[in-house]
């Protein structure tokens, strides 16, 4: 998911956690892609770094967030041996601090293109599923006094959920030995030349409108 800044932050100045969606405008589905060759050698010591460095694709259009007020949620409890968040990341406010908005990814390979075979669900999640709020990484990344201005784009990383299914990339789905077969025949263990990628995501409730983010597709083409 990606959080667009609003108002935003002067040089040098924080953001309390309980002020942290004022300076929200809204969010939008991100696929920061991950070229898995390089991250599997360069990831120690250095973590993701150019490996995170080759494209980067959004949704068509930006949620506000108080189009999404309707659709609070209390975050997902933390396992009992993980610490508390630090008392910065902590809110006095009762409001819930989630969203319940539906996410999905789905994946169709170039053969499947050809012969008109529709996309492979392949994960089924919710934004409620992030480890740290919305609120909480925008409150973290200002913590030092990094400056965020209006239109800076936030993304919160993979969102998966504990439940099979829920896996928000491949590279999760992979602790099941056995690689995933697509409708074509295929087999997939990483994406590959042709693969296409689509996210999306909707927030629904009875009694409330159902607002859709749009589709933040992709495809992966031969290197030239």
């Not at 927030?203 to 409330?208: H, K, L, T, W, Y």
């Amino acid at each position: 998911m990606g959080i667009f800044v609003g108002p935003g932050n002067a040089l040098g100045q924080s953001i309390p956690i309980d002020e942290a969606e004022q300076h929200i405008f809204g969010l939008c589905l991100v696929n920061d892609w991950s070229a898995r060759d390089i991250q599997s050698w360069e990831y120690q010591p250095l973590g993701p770094f150019l490996a995170k460095n080759s494209v980067t694709t959004i949704s068509p259009w930006i949620v506000p967030i108080e189009a999404l007020i309707s659709y609070r949620v209390a975050a997902e409890e933390r396992p009992q041996a993980d610490p508390k968040p630090l008392p910065y990341l902590s809110s006095s406010s009762q409001q819930p601090a989630a969203f319940d908005v539906k996410l999905e990814v789905y994946l169709q390979s170039q053969q499947m293109r050809d012969t008109s075979t529709p996309p492979m669900p392949m994960s089924t999640g919710n934004l409620r599923d992030i480890y740290w709020t919305i609120a909480q990484l925008l409150t973290h990344h200002a913590s030092n006094g990094c400056n965020l201005r209006p239109g800076d784009l936030l993304a919160t990383g993979t969102i998966s959920g504990a439940s099979e299914g829920s896996e928000g990339c491949l590279l999760e789905k992979k602790h099941n030995p056995q690689p995933i077969r697509l409708p074509s025949g295929e087999v997939r263990t990483f994406l590959e030349d042709g693969d296409q990628v689509t996210f999306r995501a909707y927030a629904q409730r009875e009694g409330a409108p159902r607002i859709g983010f749009g589709e933040c597709t992709g495809v992966i083409v031969e290197a030239e």
